[in-house]
């Protein structure tokens, strides 16, 4: 889930709790799955994760390093294009 969709560009605020849910939900994320977040770094994962943590979710763990240390093993897939 791109943390931006979790963010309404108009009043730069977080959206509702009940929109976050339903995004979550039509990507598959429920309470009773394992969450693994990630991005870049591992900053704007958080996001999501913040709102899980709102939203009752508390299997949550954040991919800390994510893509940077993914990418740099040649051997683990990445999709591209």
């Given at each position: ?47 999501d ?14 991919y ?18």
């Amino acid at each position: 889930m791109p943390s931006a969709t979790l963010i309404d560009p108009a009043s730069k605020r977080f959206v509702s709790p009940a929109e976050a849910l339903a995004k979550f939900t039509a990507a598959g994320i429920s309470p009773d799955k394992h969450v693994i977040a990630y991005c870049g770094g591992g900053i704007s994962a958080t996001i999501d994760l913040f709102l899980l943590h709102q939203l009752g979710f508390d299997d949550l763990t954040l991919y800390d390093g994510s893509m940077g240390e993914w990418a740099k093993d040649p051997s683990l897939p990445i999709e591209t294009g």
